[in-house]
């Protein structure tokens, strides 16, 4: 996991990169956009050769997840796994032909993904927030990425530290969650499946990692009653606009901004 390779201006939200090797055959979840493409790729070198990787996954398209496709494309002969709901957009990010049968396009009921001598599982995680979504689950380390599920702001260095106790870990995620989760029905379909996994670790792209039983279960606990997205939203939310843009250049984190 790479928690801090882009530079921390306020521009750009803190995001995590991961390295997934198995039996000298590696995959990179989430690799983000451009600002993290070249801290990246020598921050992995120290463990993989870029080079030799197989499989970028992309748990959906936006620009924090995917945006660097471009360069993964270029330097790499690895494929991209993503929605398939994604998967002819995802060109929009390259060149003209660089994703050319390179695309593995996975339909809604997901799929486990040969890695090595083991297997990544490819788990639905629809409208969590994006319509076409994955998690993946590591069989080996017991480690589920939830992409921007279970994500917490906060810089780069806070973002190493694992959390144990979820109840002051709550503030951190709340409004990042009632503005970006669709629905309180996905959050509990995506929970009573999550329940039958054994997680020993929650993995965001962004913010710190959730482990130990005790605070996944609070966390599973704390989603399925949390009201978010089309939820909150009513004929309020549904009116012509009177108030004028401040057409100044924003500061600090949008995402704090949004509660
Ligand atoms: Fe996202
Ligand atoms: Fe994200």
Redesign the pocket.
């Known amino acids: 996991m790479f928690t801090d390779l882009m530079e921390e201006d306020g521009q750009a939200v803190q995001a995590n990169q991961f390295l997934v090797v198995d039996h000298g055959v590696g995959a990179v979840i989430d690799p983000g956009g451009n600002l993290a493409y070249n801290e990246l790729y020598l921050a992995l070198s120290r463990w993989f050769a870029p080079r030799e990787l197989s499989y970028v996954l992309a748990?959906?398209a936006?620009p924090?997840?995917i945006a660097s496709l471009d360069r993964w494309m270029s330097s790499t002969n690895a494929k991209l796994v993503i929605s398939r709901i994604w998967e002819r957009f995802v060109p929009h990010f390259t060149k003209a032909g660089k994703t050319e049968d390179r695309v593995i396009g996975v339909p809604d009921t997901g799929g486990r993904l040969a890695l090595g001598r083991s297997e990544l599982w490819l788990v639905p995680a629809h409208f969590l927030?994006?319509e076409g979504n994955f998690h993946f689950y590591d069989p080996v380390s017991r480690i589920l990425f939830t992409?921007?599920l279970g994500v917490s702001m906060m810089n780069g260095e806070q973002a190493r530290t694992p959390v144990k106790d979820l109840k002051p870990h709550i503030p951190k995620m709340e409004g990042f969650h009632r503005r970006?989760m669709v629905s309180n029905k996905i959050l509990r379909l995506w929970v009573q499946m999550a329940r039958r996994l054994d997680v020993r670790m929650l993995v965001p792209?962004h913010g710190a990692p959730i482990t130990g039983s005790k605070a996944i279960a609070d966390f599973y606990d704390w989603v399925e009653s949390l009201s978010c997205g089309i939820d909150l939203f009513d004929d309020r939310n549904y009116q012509l606009p009177t108030a004028t843009i401040d057409a100044r250049p924003a500061r600090g984190n949008p995402l704090l901004r949004v509660a």
Do not use: K, P, V
Request: charged fraction near 25%.
């Open positions: 748990s959906h936006d924090d997840i927030h994006s992409g921007d970006y792209q």
